[in-house]
């Protein structure tokens, strides 16, 4: 899309919100009320406060912000407000009912459709680019992948489908060499990059050699036939309290039968399939296992110069495999397959460097604490990023099977606290040059 073209730049936006809508209303709808109201983890949201948090959001930013139009429901805001109330405290609250919900986004939708068509797409930062308009497409498509995560810690019968991702994997080299030098961090460019992706700025690394693929199920269970999970030396003190605290000895969702690990993965109980990359681990555990394996995690600008840095032409790129946008053949994004693709999968995903699946698949734990880059500026809200910068949070990279193209780039960070593992996450390992 020619994005210079304000009438093909509107189009693309209505195509992002359109999607994201589509991806909602399949994630809602696949339940009754019953299950939409009530809590499946103290962790999460109950479905139905997602929906209309989304609607809330898209209202305030689009309809007000941008619109400058008067609240339609100003006493539901601070229901939806995710600094108001806690998640496990969320289906306590008098929420809108599911029908009730699903009309309020409806509504506060044909509204932008129609602003959309009247608003002109700069002149003032938040419309430059079409900027809020993305804003709102990566926040919905974000808490879609939120309810993904609801709908894998739900209980009961398996309500969600999806084909299996292409099972192709390519022998190749278990690590490649990225040799050192300087590279350019984070953008100024990109249209819809949100605050902590920005300012660009140029990192300077020695060599180092990174994991071709993400770490496999059939690694991962190496370190723990090895007693991974019972060997101290592996883990951070903190690591270590954590493990012993919550009782960990495998992966989150994973059970013992006789002498296999079974996985359970929407509703479904399945062996471990070795060759898919290991999901659902806390920070604390990849950590330990790449102690174990003589290793250690990636730093993010580890990742993201293997991801982005095009040694040809010495220019940082979008995505590992160029500028255009994701399509099937180059990631496993976007909900399209509900599970990670073998590891040495996506030939056409490859970065110059010749890593694998850096995109799509699972989220990667990277070595270090979510923090602003040199210059940040909070932007539009301080409470996007800036609230979370510092040690408590670690930093994920790349993008899971959950995450839509519109919220997945080379640049884009996500974190969590250290000790999560219902999330999509995974990790790839890294080590020095001896
Ligand atoms: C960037 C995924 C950590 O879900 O907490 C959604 C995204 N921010 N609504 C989150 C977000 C506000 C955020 N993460
Ligand atoms: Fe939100």
């Given at each position: 899309?020619?994005?210079?073209?304000?009438?093909?730049?509107?189009?693309?936006?209505?195509?992002?919100?359109?999607?994201?809508?589509?991806?909602?209303?399949?994630?809602?709808?696949?339940?009754?009320?019953?299950?939409?109201?009530?809590?499946?983890?103290?962790?999460?949201?109950?479905?139905?406060?997602?929906?209309?948090?989304?609607?809330?959001?898209?209202?305030?930013?689009?309809?007000?912000?941008?619109?400058?139009?008067?609240?339609?429901?100003?006493?539901?805001?601070?229901?939806?407000?995710?600094?108001?109330?806690?998640?496990?405290?969320?289906?306590?609250?008098?929420?809108?009912?599911?029908?009730?919900?699903?009309?309020?986004?409806?509504?506060?939708?044909?509204?932008?459709?129609?602003?959309?068509?009247?608003?002109p797409l700069e002149g003032a930062p938040l419309l430059d680019a079409g900027f809020a308009f993305g804003m709102i497409a990566q926040h919905e498509?974000?808490?879609?992948?939120?309810?993904?995560?609801?709908?894998?810690?739900?209980?009961?019968?398996?309500?969600?489908?999806?084909?299996?991702?292409?099972?192709?994997?390519?022998?190749?080299?278990?690590?490649?060499?990225?040799?050192?030098?300087?590279?350019?961090?984070?953008?100024?460019?990109?249209?819809?990059?949100?605050?902590?992706?920005?300012?660009?700025?140029?990192?300077?690394?020695?060599?180092?050699?990174?994991?071709?693929?993400?770490?496999?199920?059939?690694?991962?269970?190496?370190?723990?036939?090895?007693?991974?999970?019972?060997?101290p030396r592996w883990w951070t003190a903190e690591g270590w309290a954590y493990r012993m605290e919550a009782g960990l000895t495998a992966p989150l969702?994973?059970?013992?039968?006789?002498?296999?690990?079974?996985?359970?993965?929407?509703?479904?109980?399945?062996?471990?399939?070795?060759?898919?990359?290991?999901?659902?681990?806390?920070?604390?555990?990849?950590?330990?296992?790449?102690?174990?394996?003589?290793?250690?995690?990636?730093?993010?600008?580890?990742?993201?110069?293997?991801?982005?840095?095009?040694?040809?032409?010495?220019?940082?790129?979008?995505?590992?495999?160029?500028?255009?946008?994701?399509?099937?053949?180059?990631?496993?994004?976007?909900?399209?397959?509900?599970?990670?693709?073998?590891?040495?999968?996506?030939?056409?995903?490859?970065?110059?460097?010749?890593?694998?699946?850096?995109?799509?698949?699972?989220?990667?734990?990277?070595?270090?604490?979510?923090?602003?880059?040199?210059?940040?500026?909070?932007?539009?809200?301080?409470?996007?990023?800036?609230?979370?910068?510092?040690?408590?949070?670690?930093?994920?990279?790349?993008?899971?099977?959950?995450?839509?193209?519109?919220?997945?780039?080379?640049?884009?960070?996500?974190?969590?606290?250290?000790?999560?593992?219902?999330?999509?996450?995974?990790?790839?390992?890294?080590?020095?040059?001896?």
């Open positions: 899309a020619d994005r210079t073209d304000p009438n093909a730049l509107r189009e693309l936006i209505a195509g992002e919100l359109t999607a994201a809508r589509e991806r909602t209303g399949s994630l809602t709808d696949a339940v009754d009320d019953r299950d939409l109201t009530a809590q499946h983890s103290p962790l999460m949201s109950p479905l139905v406060w997602d929906l209309a948090h989304i609607g809330n959001q898209e209202e305030l930013w689009l309809l007000r912000n941008v619109g400058g139009r008067d609240p339609m429901h100003p006493e539901i805001d601070p229901l939806y407000d995710a600094f108001e109330h806690p998640r496990a405290e969320r289906p306590r609250l008098p929420l809108l009912p599911p029908k009730e919900a699903r009309r309020y986004a409806h509504d506060v939708r044909g509204r932008v459709l129609d602003l959309l068509e009247a608003s498509q974000q808490h879609d992948e939120t309810m993904l995560i609801t709908h894998q810690l739900r209980k009961g019968e398996a309500v969600l489908a999806a084909p299996p991702p292409p099972a192709r994997v390519d022998p190749l080299p278990a690590e490649v060499l990225i040799p050192a030098g300087p590279f350019t961090m984070g953008t100024d460019t990109e249209p819809w990059a949100l605050d902590n992706e920005r300012p660009a700025h140029v990192v300077e690394l020695p060599d180092y050699l990174l994991d071709t693929t993400p770490v496999s199920n059939g690694a991962y269970q190496r370190f723990m036939a090895d007693g991974g999970y019972f060997d969702f994973w059970s013992r039968d006789g002498g296999q690990w079974l996985r359970r993965r929407f509703g479904v109980l399945e062996p471990v399939p070795d060759a898919e990359p290991v999901l659902h681990v806390s920070w604390y555990e990849a950590d330990a296992y790449a102690r174990w394996a003589g290793r250690r995690l990636p730093t993010e600008a580890e990742w993201e110069k293997a991801a982005r840095h095009d040694p040809a032409t010495d220019r940082s790129r979008r995505y590992p495999w160029g500028d255009e946008p994701p399509g099937p053949e180059h990631a496993n994004l976007g909900q399209r397959h509900l599970q990670p693709a073998p590891v040495g999968g996506y030939p056409a995903g490859e970065s110059p460097y010749g890593v694998r699946q850096l995109i799509g698949d699972v989220w990667e734990w990277t070595a270090g604490d979510f923090h602003g880059y040199p210059g940040f500026r909070a932007w539009p809200y301080r409470e996007y990023s800036e609230v979370f910068f510092g040690p408590e949070h670690k930093v994920l990279r790349g993008g899971s099977f959950a995450v839509a193209p519109v919220a997945c780039r080379g640049t884009f960070r996500n974190w969590d606290y250290p000790v999560r593992r219902q999330i999509f996450s995974g990790f790839r390992t890294a080590r020095d040059v001896a």
